[in-house]
């Protein structure tokens, strides 16, 4: 008989929960597939009471998850506590440093502090495992890491937050205001009382920091990801972007180019015919374009206890089966930090909505800003409107850099005739 692998599962809500039910219903499919029982041997949660869907008496129960990761009957700690720092942070540093492997789906967690973390795996020679982190059941950063070994990227985008996606579809099929859909996704599970981390991009900015680590060689650089959320999105955007052809999506955006590696997440316009566009729900969806393969796209559930919890326990069987890789791929050592293109440096197309009140000139004052700063107009719409009513003005831009944009924004803003405060999108060709 094989040695069983001895897992000890910390954190039994959504995830722990979800790997927790695949381990006990599936154990001996699992087994059979990796070669090796695999064992729950001890379980950490705040509450000892909370049903978790599977009995959990029969685990050892530890109160403090630290504990796990020094306990010698332990091979793997699987980390599903959450959270940049505090417990989860202790408990994987003290993992690795005493020679366990450790699975996570800590995103803010890998995200901030992932090269000392992979160093210290690597110095214990033990596997950090991160497949959960980004996109919930999408392996994709399986994929970036195996299956598209063979490429250099030119390009990894995509839909990274379904809280997000569900909004803007909800907005779009029923015509409902940011303010109206978030408090149904509230009411539906779907988005957080504290809705910020989702709906501001945060989220999203942790999911690109490791893809762009995985894609590109260089260390989780959070503090280089440019943010800006779905807040200011309305359905007039979202009728104009359809107008023009477009569909709008929050997305998460990594590439190199001369000017340096670029990481922004904020609103899209991508065209209608883009695999990104029809996008529903709360579904995640990925793009890499790599030179060899061309463009791939990967579709699916981001979040969620099975979705999750199907990339937790991948990871677990790749321990089993004793596979070993490094988390960004590169050791540690040869991470290396690159250029960051600034967010200003940025050139594409743009989409400014402006409400305006409607008198002579105001088109004319507009064009004068977009001229002196060398802004070619691609496009312009107007909606008919009663004299004297505001009036929303369209204009979308021809290739443009973001530092013009936003300096044209700022003086058009200072005209006594735009009562708002202009709202630009960025159109992506996805
Ligand atoms: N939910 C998703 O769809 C999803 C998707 C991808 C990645 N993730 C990541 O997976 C991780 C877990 O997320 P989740 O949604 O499963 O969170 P969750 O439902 O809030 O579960 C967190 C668990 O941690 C336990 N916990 C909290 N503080 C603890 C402490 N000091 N010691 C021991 N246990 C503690 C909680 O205990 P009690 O249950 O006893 O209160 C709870 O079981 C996070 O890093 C998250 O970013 C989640």
Same mark, same amino acid.
């Given at each position: 008989?094989?040695?069983?692998l001895?897992?000890?599962?910390?954190?039994?809500?959504?995830?722990?929960?979800?790997?927790?039910?695949?381990?006990?219903?599936?154990?001996?499919?699992?087994s059979?597939?990796?070669?090796?029982?695999?064992?729950?041997?001890?379980?950490?949660?705040?509450?000892?009471?909370?049903?978790?869907?599977?009995?959990?008496?029969?685990?050892?129960?530890?109160?403090?998850?630290?504990?796990?990761?020094?306990?010698?009957?332990?091979?793997?700690?699987?980390?599903?506590?959450? =959270?940049s &720092?505090g417990?989860? *942070?202790?408990?994987?540093? !003290?993992? @690795? %440093?005493? /020679?366990?492997?450790?699975?996570?789906?800590?995103?803010?967690?890998?995200?901030?502090?992932?090269?000392?973390i992979?160093?210290?795996?690597?110095?214990?020679?033990?596997?950090?495992?991160i497949?959960?982190?980004?996109?919930?059941?999408?392996?994709?950063?399986?994929?970036?890491?195996?299956?598209?070994?063979?490429?250099?990227?030119?390009?990894?985008?995509?839909?990274?937050?379904?809280?997000?996606?569900?909004?803007?579809?909800?907005?779009?099929?029923?015509?409902?205001?940011?303010?109206?859909?978030?408090?149904?996704?509230?009411?539906?599970?779907y988005?957080?009382?504290?809705?910020?981390?989702?709906?501001? =991009?945060? &989220?999203?900015?942790? *999911?690109?920091?490791?893809? !762009?680590? @995985? %894609?590109? /060689?260089?260390?989780?650089?959070?503090?280089?990801?440019?943010?800006?959320?779905?807040?200011?999105?309305?359905?007039?955007?979202?009728?104009?972007?359809?107008?023009?052809?477009?569909?709008?999506?929050?997305?998460?955006?990594?590439?190199?180019?001369?000017?340096?590696?670029?990481?922004?997440?904020?609103?899209?316009?991508?065209?209608?015919?883009?695999?990104?566009?029809?996008?529903?729900?709360?579904?995640?969806?990925?793009?890499?374009?790599?030179?060899?393969v061309?463009?791939?796209?990967?579709?699916?559930?981001?979040?969620?206890?099975?979705?999750?919890?199907?990339?937790?326990?991948?990871?677990?069987?790749?321990?089993?089966?004793?596979?070993?890789?490094?988390?960004?791929?590169?050791?540690? %050592?040869?991470?290396?930090?690159?250029?960051?293109?600034?967010?200003?440096?940025?050139?594409?197309?743009?989409?400014?909505?402006?409400?305006?009140?409607?008198?002579?000139?105001?088109?004319?004052?507009?064009?004068?800003?977009?001229?002196?700063?060398?802004?070619?107009?691609r496009?312009?719409l107007?909606?008919?409107?009663?004299?004297?009513?505001?009036?929303?003005?369209v204009?979308?831009?021809?290739?443009?850099?973001?530092?013009?944009?936003?300096?044209?924004?700022?003086?058009?803003?200072?005209l006594?005739?735009?009562?708002?405060t202009?709202?630009?999108?960025?159109?992506?060709?996805?």
């Amino acid at each position: 008989m094989t040695t069983p692998l001895r897992i000890a599962i910390a954190g039994l809500g959504t995830v722990g929960g979800g790997t927790l039910r695949i381990l006990t219903h599936h154990g001996a499919l699992l087994s059979a597939r990796c070669g090796r029982p695999l064992e729950i041997v001890a379980v950490c949660s705040r509450d000892r009471r909370k049903d978790r869907g599977v009995d959990i008496s029969r685990f050892r129960w530890v109160d403090d998850a630290v504990e796990l990761a020094r306990d010698p009957n332990v091979d793997v700690v699987v980390e599903l506590i959450g =959270g940049s &720092d505090g417990v989860a *942070k202790a408990l994987v540093e !003290t993992a @690795l %440093a005493n /020679g366990k492997s450790v699975v996570t789906a800590n995103k803010a967690l890998i995200a901030h502090h992932g090269l000392p973390i992979a160093a210290l795996a690597e110095k214990s020679g033990s596997m950090l495992a991160i497949a959960a982190a980004v996109a919930g059941g999408i392996p994709i950063i399986k994929a970036l890491r195996d299956g598209l070994a063979a490429n250099k990227f030119r390009r990894v985008a995509g839909i990274l937050n379904g809280t997000c996606n569900y909004i803007l579809s909800t907005m779009w099929n029923t015509r409902k205001g940011f303010d109206v859909v978030l408090k149904e996704a509230q009411d539906l599970g779907y988005a957080e009382v504290e809705p910020s981390f989702d709906v501001d =991009g945060i &989220d999203t900015a942790h *999911k690109l920091a490791i893809l !762009t680590s @995985l %894609a590109y /060689g260089s260390p989780p650089a959070i503090d280089k990801v440019y943010v800006e959320g779905i807040r200011r999105v309305t359905i007039r955007d979202m009728e104009f972007a359809s107008e023009l052809g477009y569909a709008i999506k929050l997305l998460g955006i990594s590439s190199l180019s001369e000017r340096g590696l670029e990481q922004r997440v904020h609103p899209c316009m991508v065209p209608k015919d883009s695999p990104l566009a029809s996008v529903p729900g709360v579904t995640n969806a990925i793009i890499a374009e790599g030179d060899a393969v061309g463009q791939v796209m990967f579709e699916g559930q981001g979040a969620g206890a099975g979705p999750t919890a199907s990339s937790v326990v991948a990871d677990i069987m790749d321990i089993a089966r004793g596979v070993r890789y490094k988390p960004f791929t590169l050791p540690a %050592a040869e991470l290396t930090s690159v250029n960051f293109a600034p967010m200003e440096q940025l050139r594409c197309s743009y989409y400014l909505r402006l409400a305006v009140i409607d008198r002579p000139g105001v088109l004319a004052e507009v064009t004068d800003i977009f001229r002196r700063q060398h802004i070619s107009m691609r496009s312009f719409l107007q909606h008919s409107h009663r004299p004297g009513e505001t009036v929303q003005l369209v204009l979308t831009t021809h290739d443009t850099m973001e530092s013009s944009m936003r300096a044209a924004v700022e003086s058009i803003a200072l005209l006594s005739s735009v009562v708002e405060t202009p709202y630009m999108i960025r159109i992506e060709n996805l």
